[in-house]
């Protein structure tokens, strides 16, 4: 079944994905990374390889697109926080992208915020 993410999986699991250039978004317990292509036509290349493997993991995205910058932000709505489909969805997306796109990395806060599990209550 689908469950929040422990204490002891966050430590151990997010530190990789935020040297990759994943945040937490505050006051959620969510994982945002913003990527920027060359052109729109790579943008909407890498959103329709991460649509097919979303809808093989029966998980998605809250995403947005403007031009070529592709906005990202991965919780799980069933659990309502960070579960282990988020890991796997955060780590396909940054196969698919490679080293196509520059990553932002001016936003949000450290994923080592959401290692402890009250981040989205007290507002970090
Ligand atoms: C019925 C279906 O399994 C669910 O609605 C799935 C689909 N995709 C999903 N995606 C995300 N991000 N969170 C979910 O809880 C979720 N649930």
């Not at 060359?38 to 093989?56: D, N, P, Q």
């Not at 070529?68 to 940054?94: F, I, K």
């Not at 698919?96 to 402890?116: F, K, M, T, Y």
Request: hydrophobic share 40%; with cysteine.
């Amino acid at each position: 079944m689908t469950y929040v993410l422990t204490e002891n999986e966050r430590a151990e699991l997010l530190p990789d994905l935020g040297a990759t250039g994943w945040g937490a978004v505050p006051e959620r317990d969510a994982l945002r990374k913003i990527w920027k292509f060359r052109t729109f036509s790579e943008a909407w290349g890498f959103m329709s390889r991460v649509a097919l493997a979303a809808e093989k993991l029966n998980h998605h995205p809250e995403w947005t697109n403007i031009y070529n910058v592709v906005d990202v932000t991965l919780t799980t709505h069933a659990c309502d926080g960070l579960s282990r489909l988020d890991l796997d969805l955060a780590r396909r997306m940054d196969k698919i992208a490679g080293d196509a796109a520059e990553v932002q990395r001016n936003h949000s806060e450290p994923v080592e915020c959401l290692c402890r599990l009250q981040h989205m209550r007290d507002g970090g």
